[in-house]
């Protein structure tokens, strides 16, 4: 009854691959985020999508292409991984129309570049 | 980009002391939020707080809003280990679309 999973928990790969990671959530929230955990703990936003829509796109390189079939669902796919995408990825789902509400979060991806 | 300024960014304390954590911008938030995060796990909710001058506590937790609604704070009392995490500030600007937007947060350590 996880409310928001995203797989795979830990990514090893080397520099140059292509990389996925997949975010579900069956909150019935209509809004998904990607942020970026670096190894100082900082929390920045890459991408919103709100019922499948591109609404934030945080000057991430174009490596990223997140991807929402549905609104349960927020794909994060890098291109030519380098070794500073090296961190943990965290997804995320609110419900818009409640101007305070909380975030909840997966429990991160953590992306090891070689 | 606003940022928020969260100190001290690193606290080790014994258990039953008490510390604030402070949460600084120089923008006005709609709303400001504080999280806690434990390793391996993703930032899980302690508290939205709205209105300036807003007091919210929570046990031993005791969150309050600046006035001018550009600042928050985050009190312990009589710290337990169990309340060792990472805490995280973050708020929201009044403009449709806007992202949360997170300090640099605050480690906290206290041991038995």
Known sequence: ?114 | TQLLEQSPQFLSIQEGENLTVYCNSSSVFSSLQWYRQEPGEGPVLLVTVVTGGEVKKLKRLTFQFGDARKDSSLHITAAQPGDTGLYLCAGRHNQAGTALIFGKGTTLSVSS
């Not at chain 1, 985020?33 to 100082?40: G, L, N, P, V």
């Open chain 1, 1 to 114: 009854d996880t409310a928001v999973s995203q797989t795979p928990k830990y990514l090893v790969t080397q520099m140059g691959n292509d990389k996925s990671i997949k975010c579900e959530q069956n909150l019935g929230h209509d809004t998904m985020y990607w942020y970026k955990q670096d190894s100082k703990k900082f929390l920045k936003i890459m991408f919103s999508y709100n019922n499948k829509e591109l609404i934030i796109n945080e000057t991430v390189p174009n490596r990223f292409s997140p991807k929402s079939p549905d609104k349960a669902h927020l794909n994060l796919h890098i291109n030519s991984l380098e070794l500073g995408d090296s961190a943990v990825y965290f997804c995320a789902s609110s419900l818009t129309g409640q101007n305070n509400s909380p975030l909840h979060f997966g429990n991160g991806t953590r992306l090891t570049v070689t």
